[in-house]
């Protein structure tokens, strides 16, 4: 599949954030990725699972919720990273930007969320309820979201490795305080990061099979599989 990429400057409150988007033609909706603790728009797993939705048809936001000087300082005291309103903000008025500019002509956003990115992401979605259709969580931390749970309208996918016992407890804790429509998907043999073979592509193809079901498709569009 053609997939057109560049580089974008995202303007998100009082700061520019670079972001990688990438975009299949008549995309069936765009997936906004926020990452995890210490880690940026590069994470290798992200890009992984982007890569794997823009073969299925959407179009991918892959940014850096940090600038540069505030990710020196987080590399020293790690406090930005667990600044779950800061980044949720960021992802809200990122949302705004792709709602405005529509890359690709869709206007049909999910969010994607990794550890800590995954309560951003809920919080996001539940600021912007009419925006946000789906929302998947890869080992993701949403407990972090905490009231803003009760919120969320969009369908959400919490996917998590089946050794990573602790945040499964998170995630069904979590699971349990959603309103919107839910489930809770464990990848048998995985850890954390599902550096396992093979786990990262399960965690690709439900990630893909769940926008593919929730965004909606714009007229005209078809929806590959």
Known sequence: MDVRGC????????VDLPA??????EPAGVVLFAHGSGSSRHSPRNVAVAHALNAGGLGTVLVDLLTAPEDEVDAVTAELRFDIGLLAGRLAAIVDWLA?????????IGLFGAST???????????????????????GRPDLAGAALGQVRAPT??????????????????????????????????????????TLEQVAEAARSWFQDHLPVPVNASRPR
């Open 20 to 25: 990688d988007l990438l975009v299949p033609p």
């Open 117 to 139: 990115g995954a309560a951003a992401a809920l919080v996001a979605a539940a600021q912007r309820p009419d925006l946000v259709r789906a929302v998947v969580s890869r080992g």
């Open 7 to 14: 580089t974008v400057t995202i303007p998100a409150g009082e």
């Open 100 to 108: 405005n500019e529509r890359p690709g002509g869709t206007a049909s």
């Open 157 to 198: 996918l919490l996917l998590v490795g089946g050794l990573d016992e602790q945040v499964i407890a998170l995630n069904q804790e979590a699971l349990s305080q959603l309103r919107a429509p839910a489930d809770l998907r464990v990848i048998s043999g995985a850890t954390h990061l599902f550096e396992e073979p093979g």
